[in-house]
Nanobody, 120 residues
């Protein structure tokens, strides 16, 4: 089970930190990722972190978002700075057994999502 928190309303240029709490005994071996979906758009990959702590980012968020994980606490965080109105979306935490890929259907577990709204 994955549960996201930390979304909200922020002005352009501001920052937010999303958190995803996981349950289960295999968290440390799972690849974890954040996706987002804006109204009328497909769900898109934002950032991912695998079991080796290698990180991956979409070009649109590189240099602004940072993904991290705490295996002891079974959490994954997404620190977002310099937010833009185009970052507005529902953000989802996802997990899969193998490595990081950017295609949503390959992920086995999903959270319920948390809304991020960036005003201009």
């Amino acid at each position: 089970q994955l549960v996201e928190s930390g979304g909200g309303l922020v002005q352009a240029g501001g920052s937010l930190r999303l958190s995803c709490a996981a349950s289960g005994r295999t968290f440390s071996s799972r690849a974890m990722a954040w996706f987002r979906q804006a109204p009328g758009k497909e769900r898109e990959f934002v950032a991912g972190i695998d079991w080796t702590i290698t990180t991956y980012y979409a070009d649109s968020v590189k240099g602004r978002f940072t993904i991290s994980r705490d295996n002891r606490k079974k959490t994954v965080a997404l620190q977002m700075i310099s937010l833009k109105p185009e970052d507005t979306a529902v953000y989802y935490c996802a997990a899969r057994v193998s490595g990081i890929v950017t295609t949503a259907p390959t992920y086995d577990y999903w959270g319920q999502g948390t809304q991020v709204t960036v005003s201009s």
